[in-house]
Nanobody
Framework: QVQLVESGGGLVQTGGSLRLSCLAS????????VDWYRQAPGKQREHVAR????????WVDPSVKGRFTITRDDAKNTVYLHMNSLKPEDTGVYSC???????????WGHGTQVTVSS
């Protein structure tokens, strides 16, 4: 079973940057998607970004496009969410999830808090 651990969250001012990391306990290879989600207090969880581990094709939600990018480092079993020009509305708990596209199994981390002050 894949275990995921997020890190890199924290408190940052508007306009600042953070890089979130999603470390997998084992190699998450070509058959996996890895996603980043966020959830603000009192709001539904939002899907922010996805990367396909095999070919690196990625997607980010239009609401963060141009500010957020998702990348992977296969050697480190890590997926990153690079967040720039942060806004207060980016505040929330950011979680990563890995989905095995063959079996449908899905694994989640516990999340990391991002707080953007105005």
């Amino acid at each position: 079973q894949v275990q995921l651990v997020e890190s890199g969250g924290g408190l940052v001012q508007t306009g600042g940057s953070l890089r979130l990391s999603c470390l997998a306990s084992e190699s998450i290879h070509a058959i996996y998607y890895v996603d980043w989600y966020r959830q603000a207090p009192g709001k539904q969880r939002e899907h922010v970004a996805r990367i396909t581990m095999g070919d690196g094709i990625n997607w980010v939600d239009p609401s963060v496009k141009g500010r957020f990018t998702i990348t992977r480092d296969d050697a480190k079993n890590t997926v990153y969410l690079h967040m720039n020009s942060l806004k207060p509305e980016d505040t929330g708990v950011y979680s990563c999830a890995a989905q095995n596209t063959l079996s449908g199994d899905e694994y989640w981390g516990h999340g990391t808090q991002v707080t953007v002050s105005s």
